[in-house]
């Protein structure tokens, strides 16, 4: 059996955006910015898509700018409210310990530009205490940046309470919506947010293409220079196809929503209750404050990227956490942050579901994983030092 359960990673695109797909690349393949009839349709269709991806965030399509993908949208959200907030002398960002790195990576680079960079703690399920958020805004704030939701262990963030604080002291903010929007409902009016970053391909769109909500009013500066594209703020060309393709994947994640969710969430929380009888492992992130296909595992005394090779061998897709860094041997940031010890970090194992999984996938999972986890146990010294006593264990 094959099963794909790293839908965090990527998504299958859906029929309706790769039918969309085509058809705009091959009938409407004008440049939206010519002046010709073929330029003026490509135009209204690269329109229509900015309207619909903000109906479904409930914004005003003037605040839609289209990208490459998130990582671009979260990196021109907080350089430009970094950018406006030197100008009025405020050089302070909070942050939390387990954004993306798109986000950390951002600030890390504004941190050598002078920047002072504040990461809140999370508590042991993966939740930021707001009260905390509070008392690190200062006068001195130019943004505050929380995820949505966290690509690594799917703990869902009091945005909405963060962003009202902001609102009060006059504080921009900036929330990481990509492992959210398609599969939460995202309103950006009730989150009050300044910034919101999505990507297509996290929600049967393709590769290489994402959006960034910016409030009207906001302010918002290029990275890319050249040309006048997304009203003076994003240069080059529109990837048309891949643009349309993503409202039509948009539109239908929107209308499947209830549903879909319901579906996953039982694939999830059975899969939950057939991993945790496993020995000495533990579920990382709040058991019900998390993404609805979110399954994410610590298994103690072995190697997560042994039990991945393992897994894909017997045709289990899955990841140890975010895609963007499975080529590192560092455990995973965020599994260190609520509080993993470097030793179980490694063992760590993410599955992500949506709705194209079935229960006999999951009654596979269930059955593979832990026979693959004890192979690696027969074979680990590790283990066998905690079974002896020679190590206390952890989990």
Same mark, same amino acid.
């Given at each position: 059996?094959? $099963?794909?359960?790293?839908?965090?990673?990527?998504?299958?695109?859906?029929?309706?955006?790769?039918?969309?797909?085509?058809?705009?690349?091959?009938?409407?393949?004008?440049?939206?910015?010519?002046?010709?009839?073929?330029?003026?349709?490509?135009?209204?269709?690269?329109?229509?898509?900015?309207?619909?991806?903000?109906?479904?965030?409930?914004?005003?399509?003037?605040?839609?700018?289209?990208?490459?993908? &998130?990582?671009?949208?979260?990196?021109?959200?907080?350089?430009?409210?970094?950018?406006?907030?030197?100008?009025?002398?405020?050089?302070?960002?909070?942050?939390?310990?387990?954004?993306?790195?798109?986000?950390?990576?951002?600030? !890390?680079?504004?941190?050598?530009?002078?920047?002072?960079? $504040?990461?809140?703690?999370?508590?042991?399920?993966?939740?930021?205490?707001?009260?905390?958020?509070?008392? +690190?805004? &200062?006068?001195?704030?130019?943004?505050?940046?929380? #995820?949505?939701?966290?690509?690594?262990?799917?703990?869902?963030?009091?945005?909405?309470?963060?962003?009202?604080?902001?609102? +009060?002291?006059?504080?921009?903010?900036?929330?990481?919506?990509?492992?959210?929007?398609?599969?939460?409902?995202?309103?950006?009016?009730?989150?009050?947010?300044?910034?919101?970053?999505?990507?297509?391909?996290?929600?049967?769109?393709?590769?290489?293409?994402?959006?960034?909500?910016?409030?009207? &009013?906001?302010?918002?500066?290029?990275?890319?220079?050249? &040309?006048?594209?997304?009203?003076?703020?994003?240069?080059?060309?529109?990837?048309?196809?891949?643009?349309?393709?993503?409202?039509?994947?948009?539109?239908?994640?929107?209308?499947?929503?209830?549903?879909?969710?319901? !579906?996953?969430?039982?694939?999830?929380?059975?899969?939950?209750?057939?991993?945790? !009888?496993?020995?000495?492992?533990?579920?990382?992130?709040?058991?019900?404050?998390?993404?609805?296909?979110?399954?994410?595992?610590?298994?103690?005394?072995?190697?997560?990227?042994?039990?991945?090779?393992?897994?894909?061998?017997?045709?289990?897709?899955?990841?140890?956490?975010?895609?963007?860094? *499975?080529?590192?041997?560092?455990? *995973?940031?965020?599994?260190?942050?609520?509080?993993?010890?470097?030793?179980?970090?490694?063992? *760590?194992?993410?599955?992500?579901?949506?709705?194209?999984?079935?229960?006999?996938?999951?009654?596979? #999972?269930?059955?593979?994983?832990?026979?693959?986890?004890?192979?690696?146990?027969? #074979?680990?010294?590790?283990?066998?030092?905690?079974?002896?006593? !020679?190590?206390?264990?952890?989990?």
């Amino acid at each position: 059996m094959q $099963v794909y359960a790293d839908n965090a990673a990527t998504t299958k695109p859906r029929p309706a955006a790769l039918e969309t797909y085509v058809a705009t690349a091959t009938g409407t393949f004008g440049n939206p910015s010519s002046l010709h009839t073929p330029g003026q349709r490509a135009k209204e269709v690269l329109e229509d898509a900015r309207a619909r991806v903000a109906r479904a965030l409930n914004a005003e399509p003037r605040e839609i700018y289209f990208t490459s993908g &998130g990582s671009e949208a979260d990196n021109q959200a907080i350089v430009s409210a970094a950018r406006a907030g030197a100008r009025k002398n405020k050089r302070r960002i909070v942050s939390t310990a387990i954004e993306h790195h798109a986000v950390l990576h951002t600030l !890390k680079k504004l941190e050598e530009e002078g920047f002072e960079i $504040v990461l809140l703690p999370v508590s042991p399920a993966g939740i930021v205490d707001v009260k905390e958020a509070e008392k +690190a805004i &200062g006068a001195d704030t130019c943004l505050v940046s929380v #995820m949505l939701a966290n690509n690594e262990i799917g703990t869902i963030q009091p945005v909405k309470e963060i962003a009202a604080l902001c609102k +009060a002291r006059g504080v921009l903010f900036h929330t990481d919506a990509v492992q959210a929007v398609g599969h939460l409902p995202v309103d950006v009016k009730d989150i009050g947010c300044d910034y919101l970053a999505l990507s297509a391909h996290k929600f049967g769109g393709v590769r290489g293409t994402g959006a960034l909500y910016c409030r009207a &009013g906001a302010p918002i500066f290029p990275l890319i220079e050249g &040309g006048a594209q997304e009203k003076n703020r994003r240069a080059g060309t529109e990837d048309l196809p891949a643009i349309a393709a993503m409202a039509a994947a948009l539109d239908e994640a929107v209308a499947r929503l209830p549903e879909a969710t319901k !579906k996953t969430q039982a694939l999830r929380d059975m899969l939950i209750a057939g991993l945790e !009888k496993v020995p000495h492992c533990a579920l990382n992130g709040d058991r019900t404050r998390r993404l609805a296909g979110n399954v994410s595992f610590c298994f103690e005394g072995i190697e997560g990227e042994s039990l991945l090779l393992l897994l894909d061998e017997a045709g289990i897709a899955a990841s140890s956490g975010s895609a963007c860094t *499975s080529g590192s041997l560092d455990p *995973s940031h965020v599994l260190l942050a609520i509080g993993r010890v470097h030793d179980v970090a490694h063992g *760590s194992l993410r599955l992500t579901l949506n709705e194209d999984n079935t229960e006999e996938e999951v009654r596979y #999972m269930i059955e593979k994983i832990p026979e693959t986890v004890n192979y690696l146990r027969g #074979m680990s010294p590790v283990w066998r030092d905690l079974q002896t006593g !020679k190590r206390q264990y952890i989990l």
